[in-house]
C-alpha cells in the first residue's frame, strides 16, 4: 500500500499535520530528533515521511497518530483538532467558511 496522499486531506488529516508541525517547531525538535523519539516508541517513521506528512503528502494513519501522541505527550484527539494557536480562527472559524491561515473549516450547526 502506497503511503502517498490520495486526494487532498481531510479536516482531520489537516488538523494532524498542522498540529505535528507546530509541535515540533515549538519544541524545536528537528525531524531527525522525532524519528529517533518514534522509533523508541515503536513506531519507526522516517524522516522523509515525516517531512511529507509536514507538508500534507503522506497522510498519517492509525498506528503514526498514536505514536505522534505519545511522542509529544498529547492524546491522539488532541492532535485531531483544530489548532487553537491560530491568530485569526483561534480553531473555530464561522460554520460553513474557511480559515485562510490555518485552513481550518468551520462546521455547521
Known amino acids: 500500500m502506497s503511503e502517498t496522499v490520495r486526494g487532498p486531506l481531510g479536516a482531520a488529516g489537516n ?7 507546530r509541535l515540533r517547531e515549538e519544541r524545536r ?5 522525532v524519528e529517533e523519539r518514534l522509533s523508541r ?3 519507526a517513521i522516517p524522516v522523509l515521511a515525516l517531512s ?13 497518530l498514536v505514536a505522534l501522541a ?3 505527550d498529547l492524546s491522539p484527539q488532541q492532535l485531531l483538532e483544530p489548532p487553537a494557536d491560530c491568530r485569526t480562527c ?4 464561522p460554520p460553513g467558511f474557511l480559515c485562510l491561515e490555518c ?5 455547521p450547526t
Open 15 to 21: 488538523n494532524v499535520r498542522r498540529n505535528v508541525r
Open 29 to 33: 525538535w528537528s525531524y531527525r530528533e
Open 41 to 43: 516508541a515503536g513506531r
Open 52 to 64: 511529507a506528512i509536514d507538508s500534507g503528502e503522506r497522510r498519517v494513519d492509525v498506528d503514526d
Open 70 to 72: 505519545a511522542v509529544f
Open 90 to 93: 483561534h480553531g473555530a472559524p
Open 103 to 107: 485552513e481550518t473549516t468551520g462546521l
